[in-house]
């Protein structure tokens, strides 16, 4: 059986429980005008940067923007952007903190631990749990824009997040790496399995700049970007060089001071005018 409901259902089609008592989940929206989700399939490609960069960018360009960490058992965000405080508990649900520079409302695991060099050990069915109950408890207050740091691989958490949230769509990040873009691409089928557009490419750690001569260096070898963009027929949102900047205010949480030639504003309004072209959803969320 078949119908609406089972739409973005892996098992669509192929199944024979009757979408009456299908207990698949609704996708929802939360009152949020875009949620755009970063993923990568592959951990180490700069993914949490970029999630980081694109709400940097986004709250630059006027917009109230929060930041959803959903990667549960190697949560960053709240650590590149200065964030430690506790979330606190409403009537009307959790309310998160925010960044001090921007105001970005962040919601993640890191928050809630004492100790963050502790590890989460837990299985995937309680993973997918955490994320309901951040996205359904979160009270995210007038919050316009929400971008959702998925966690790397295809399994329960960005799975969870693809049948919970009904996203606007989910931003890829690869590196120049062939084998980068080969595992981006297994998240990329995935996310199409689901019904959930593409909304484009950043390729993060494009290349590097000499400090001292200006030449440039392509340490992981010649970009796979336009191949893939093509194949998938999806734009080009982002070409992030390696900078050493970068990596000194992510580690010192002060990330949102970032400024290079207006980079993560350039990024951001190109997410938006891509995701403006893609299918929107209604209120409900439904598809």
Aim: proline share 9%; charged share 20%.
């Amino acid at each position: 059986m078949s119908d609406k409901k089972c739409s973005g259902c892996p098992s669509e089609g192929s199944c024979t429980v009757d979408p009456a008592t299908c207990s698949m989940p609704v996708p929802t929206r939360g009152g949020f005008k875009h949620i755009i989700a970063v993923g990568s399939g592959k951990g180490g490609v700069g993914k949490s940067t970029v999630s980081a960069l694109l709400a940097i960018g986004l709250s630059r360009l006027g917009h109230k923007t929060a930041l959803l960490d959903a990667d549960i058992t190697g949560p960053s965000i709240p650590s590149m952007l200065g964030v430690s405080e506790m979330p606190h508990g409403t009537p009307e649900g959790i309310v998160p903190p925010v960044s001090p520079v921007l105001g970005i409302r962040i919601m993640s695991m890191n928050l809630f631990m004492e100790d963050t060099s502790k590890p989460v050990v837990w299985r995937g069915p309680l993973i997918g749990n955490v994320i309901g109950q951040f996205w359904n408890d979160t009270d995210w207050v007038d919050s316009e824009i929400l971008v959702i740091d998925l966690p790397p691989g295809t399994s329960d958490a960005p799975l969870t997040v693809m049948q919970t949230i009904a996203l606007d769509g989910v931003v890829m990040v690869t590196t120049p790496q062939d084998i980068s873009t080969r595992i981006v691409e297994k998240m990329m089928h995935m996310t199409r399995m689901m019904n959930v557009p593409l909304v484009g490419m950043v390729e993060n750690m494009s290349h590097a700049v000499c400090p001292h001569c200006g030449e440039r260096w392509d340490l992981f070898g010649p970009s796979h970007m336009e191949e893939v963009r093509s194949r998938w027929d999806i734009p080009q949102l982002g070409s992030l060089p390696i900078d050493r900047q970068i990596t000194l205010l992510a580690d010192s949480g002060k990330l949102e001071e970032y400024r290079s030639e207006n980079q993560p504003e350039e990024m951001a309004t190109r997410v938006l005018s891509a995701a403006a072209s893609l299918v929107t959803y209604p209120p409900d969320g439904s598809r």
